[in-house]
Structures are given as C-alpha cells and as structure tokens.
C-alpha cells in the first residue's frame, strides 16, 4: 500500500473517530453535519446582502481551492445540497420574501458565492478567472468549436486509416501524416462524438477550458443575469434614451400629451412658425437667422467647413469680427437637420 493510501485511510479512520457537536446526545454524524450546514446557510442569507449564483460542472477541487483563497476577505462559497438548499430557503422565506426569486436556479451543480462588497463585477472576475484546460469527453456539450488546422500530425503513417474512417483527408510528408484541409471536429452546443475524442486523445490536444460560470446575481433582494455587470454608464443613458424616444412616438401615435413629447411638440410649432414666416415675410428674433441662411447659404457653407477640417484649418481660416455672427448662425442651421435642436420630427 502507498504512502498516500495509507494516508487516506487514517484520515478515514480518524474522521470515523471524531467526536462532532451533538454526537452526544444520540445524533448520527451525517444528521450533525446536515445541522451546521443549515446553520451556516442561514447565517449566511441574513448577513450577506448580494449572491452570485455558480455552476460549477467539471470544476475539480483545486480550482475550487483557489478560488476561495483569493475571494478571503471578499465573500464566501458555499456549496450544498439541492434539496436542503431550497428547504432551507423556504424556511426563511418570512424573514425576507425576496429570497423566493433564488429557489428556481437551485438545480444541477450549483452553488452560492456571499458577499457583501459593492463592485459585483470584480467579484465576478475573481471567479471565473480560474479556469484549467480539459480534454474532451464523449457526450460532453462542447462548449466552443473545435478546429484541427491543416498540417502535420507528427503521426507514424501507419496510422492512415484511421484517419480514412473519419473522411480525413491526409498525405504523407517526410515520414508524417498531415492534414490537408482544416476539419471541424465539434460545434458549439452539440455533444462531442467518439470519434473526436479519439482524434483529439492522438494529436495530444485538450481543447476546452472549464471553469466556474456566474449565471444570476441577487443584489439587495433584486435579481438579474451577470451580463447586466458588463454594462457601462454609456449603455444604460444609450437605453434609457432609446426607451424615451419610443415612448414618444406611442404617446404621439395614440394622441397621448406627456413629458416625452413636450420637447419635440416644441421643435414641430417652431417649424411651423418658420414656415409662417418665410411664406408671409413674418419676422421675430430667432426667425433672422434662418433667413439669412436661406439668402446666402454660401456663406455658411464656407464658415462651417473649418470646423469640419479640424483645429488647423480653422485656425488657418479664422473669420473676421464681423463674421462671427455666421459662426452662430451654423448652430441655428441644425433646425432643418437631424444634429440640430429642431430634431428629427
């Protein structure tokens, strides 16, 4: 017997022999242990305010390790049962309600990282940083595409029929096989063959990587895909405007006056007056710039295109006092193009 047999088994036996809290009073050391895991779950929801929610397939116990070594100090994982999972969960569902939105993801192999630090997404990254290459398995979901490229093999050229099997076509270069053609061995979503694995196991290629994958994450009783952590300020203030902008044009459909629609009925009526005016010679203050657009668009053409060359073109042709009023006259210009104030209406 080996020396890491022998260890295993006098851990076995010293784990046998250890005396658990409660083993005292009758209580199976399963039962004990069922008990401070429940207990640590529980302390776990009412201290903890965010949860991110795990997978962990075909994560092995060394990455396990090192992703709780660097989340010390920043959260906790705690993996468990399913089943007492969810009963757990249920149980303090009167102290808050909001931890029902958890019980439809408690499936598979899964887990829960605690925390209670407010970039999420650093959290995040700490996780599904540690990731080991794999060797593909028969019936596995293939993860990504897996490409052989053309070339040699550094197989014998005994070897040619297998590869004939598998409608591979191959040559023979200076003592090796070589592929001719790239072939595509797995796609993506689909179960990886036989036949794969048994390519992959000769070219001595491991071509996946697994690692732990956040899933959902519960953020003051709020719930949402990770994916949501990617988004910049940029992409939330581009959505919220692009939500503005429909409920608009419904308001504007159904006849419906809101705090939408306030802005562009501003832009439509001052069109109008433009139009009033330019018809019937009308005149008011901000009409005199549009007129004089209208009169001499050339000159305006000319006062914009420096802005449009850059610094050193407008430094090169900067306008004289008097035509600084052209220089204004371009920004009321955009009330008849879709970078003015007038808008798209």
């Given at each position: 017997?080996s020396?890491?047999?022998?260890?295993?088994?006098?851990?076995t036996?010293q784990?046998?022999?250890m005396?658990?809290?409660?083993?005292?009073?009758?209580?199976s050391?399963?039962?004990?242990?069922?008990?401070?895991?429940?207990?640590?779950?529980e302390?776990a929801?009412?201290?903890y305010?965010?949860?991110?929610?795990?997978?962990v397939?075909f994560?092995?116990?060394?990455q396990?390790?090192?992703v709780?070594?660097?989340?010390?100090?920043?959260?906790?994982?705690?993996?468990?049962k399913?089943?007492?999972?969810?009963?757990?969960?249920?149980?303090?569902?009167?102290?808050?309600?909001k931890?029902?939105?958890?019980?439809p993801y408690i499936?598979?192999?899964?887990?829960f990282?605690?925390?209670?630090?407010k970039d999420?997404?650093?959290?995040?990254?700490?996780i599904v940083?540690?990731?080991?290459?794999?060797?593909a398995?028969?019936?596995?979901?293939?993860?990504?595409?897996?490409?052989?490229?053309?070339?040699?093999?550094?197989?014998?050229p005994?070897q040619?029929?297998?590869f004939?099997t598998?409608n591979?076509?191959t040559?023979?270069t200076?003592?090796?096989?070589e592929?001719?053609?790239?072939?595509?061995?797995?796609?993506?979503g689909?179960?990886?063959?036989?036949?794969?694995?048994a390519?992959?196991?000769?070219?001595?290629?491991?071509?996946?990587?697994?690692?732990?994958v956040?899933?959902?994450?519960?953020?003051?009783g709020?719930?949402?895909?990770?994916?949501v952590?990617?988004?910049?300020?940029?992409?939330?203030?581009?959505?919220?405007c692009?939500?503005?902008s429909?409920?608009?044009?419904?308001?504007?459909?159904?006849?419906?006056?809101?705090?939408?629609?306030?802005?562009?009925?501003?832009?439509?009526?001052?069109?109008?007056?433009?139009a009033i005016?330019?018809?019937t010679?009308?005149?008011?203050?901000?009409?005199?710039?549009?007129k004089?657009?209208?009169a001499?668009?050339?000159?305006?053409?000319a006062?914009?295109?420096?802005?449009?060359?850059?610094k050193?073109?407008?430094a090169?042709?900067?306008p004289?006092?008097?035509p600084?009023e052209?220089?204004?006259?371009?920004?009321?210009g955009?009330?008849?193009?879709?970078?003015?104030?007038?808008?798209?209406y």
């Amino acid at each position: 017997m080996s020396d890491n047999e022998d260890n295993e088994v006098e851990d076995t036996q010293q784990e046998d022999q250890m005396v658990l809290p409660g083993e005292e009073k009758g209580l199976s050391k399963r039962k004990i242990r069922k008990n401070m895991y429940w207990g640590k779950l529980e302390a776990a929801l009412s201290e903890y305010k965010n949860i991110l929610i795990i997978g962990v397939d075909f994560v092995g116990s060394k990455q396990m390790q090192q992703v709780r070594l660097a989340l010390r100090g920043k959260a906790i994982v705690l993996m468990g049962k399913n089943t007492i999972m969810r009963k757990v969960i249920r149980d303090n569902l009167e102290k808050n309600e909001k931890l029902e939105a958890l019980l439809p993801y408690i499936r598979g192999n899964m887990g829960f990282v605690f925390t209670n630090e407010k970039d999420l997404k650093a959290i995040r990254k700490i996780i599904v940083d540690f990731k080991e290459p794999a060797a593909a398995k028969s019936g596995v979901v293939a993860p990504i595409d897996v490409v052989i490229p053309a070339g040699p093999t550094g197989l014998d050229p005994g070897q040619t029929n297998f590869f004939q099997t598998l409608n591979i076509s191959t040559k023979i270069t200076r003592g090796t096989i070589e592929i001719t053609n790239d072939v595509k061995l797995c796609t993506a979503g689909e179960k990886v063959t036989a036949s794969a694995v048994a390519l992959l196991s000769k070219l001595n290629i491991r071509p996946f990587e697994f690692g732990i994958v956040v899933s959902q994450v519960y953020e003051n009783g709020a719930l949402y895909e990770s994916k949501v952590l990617d988004l910049s300020a940029a992409d939330l203030m581009s959505m919220f405007c692009h939500g503005i902008s429909k409920l608009a044009a419904i308001s504007f459909e159904i006849g419906e006056i809101n705090a939408a629609t306030v802005p562009h009925s501003f832009g439509r009526a001052f069109k109008t007056l433009c139009a009033i005016a330019i018809t019937t010679d009308y005149m008011f203050d901000e009409m005199k710039i549009v007129k004089e657009m209208l009169a001499n668009p050339g000159a305006f053409a000319a006062a914009a295109a420096p802005a449009a060359g850059g610094k050193a073109a407008a430094a090169a042709k900067a306008p004289e006092p008097e035509p600084e009023e052209e220089e204004e006259a371009v920004g009321g210009g955009g009330l008849f193009d879709d970078d003015g104030g007038g808008g798209d209406y």
